[in-house]
């Protein structure tokens, strides 16, 4: 973790691609404390924030690619057995948190890999799922990589903002406290839509029936 703590100190491509990397495998990088102050050292001129966001993403294609091939390849109950064990508690990995990216995947289908990446706790488990279900693997990797970029856009825009109004030794406090309002708009903005789908759904499905009828 000394290592990773040093990455986060001094933030540059090879560091953000490395540390996104690890945030879209299982170890707990959250990338709202990499992209944001990247991208608020960009808004000094101390970096390019399209760069950024592009490190980010190829990145987090290269973690999810790991976690997908590996869920792909080993199985259900290895998987399993190492959300369960001390390696994977220390990665603040459960069978709980796998069932629910499961459940998830299972909910939404192929598209989960997109939004999935917008939803706290999933998004770094999605890959799993989809490996386990045999996902078409360049399907995979174009959801994954609009979802990451999407995200990861969201997050640059918000160290952009937080540079014109936060000292910097103030702006770890505040990703804190505008990534859960961001978390809260997402998750919200998920449901309506998932809610429209079912609506629409069921309207389709009644349509049907009357027209058979």
């Known amino acids: 973790m000394n290592i990773i703590s040093t990455l986060l100190n001094n933030l540059n491509y090879p560091a953000i691609f490395f540390l996104m ?3 879209s495998t299982v170890v707990p990088v959250p990338s709202e404390f990499v992209v944001t102050p990247a991208a608020y050292h960009a808004a000094a001129g101390q970096l390019d924030v399209v760069l950024i966001i592009l490190f980010a993403t190829l990145g987090a294609d290269v973690g999810a690619s790991i976690n997908y091939f590996v869920a792909k390849y080993v199985g259900r ?11 994977g508690h220390l990665c603040l990995l459960n069978q709980e948190k796998v ?9 939404h289908g192929v598209a989960a890999t997109l939004t999935g990446r917008f939803v706290p706790v999933i998004r770094h488990l999605i ?12 399907k995979f990797l174009l959801f994954t990589t609009i979802g990451a970029g999407g995200w990861h856009t969201v997050l640059a825009a918000l160290g952009w903002y937080l540079h014109a109004i936060v000292p910097e030794e103030q702006l770890n406090d505040k990703i804190g406290e505008y ?21 629409k759904h069921i309207f389709k499905k009644k349509t049907v029936k009357h027209e058979t009828n």
Do not use: C, H, T, W
């Open 21 to 23: 990397l690890l945030e």
């Open 77 to 87: 109950p290895v998987v399993y057995r190492f959300a369960n064990s001390r390696l």
């Open 99 to 107: 069932e629910r990216s499961e459940r998830y995947f299972d909910e």
């Open 127 to 138: 890959s799993i799922p989809a490996g386990l279900a045999q996902m078409n693997y360049g």
């Open 179 to 199: 990534a859960e309002y961001i978390k809260l708009v997402i998750v919200g903005l998920l449901a309506v839509g998932a809610a429209y789908l079912i609506i």
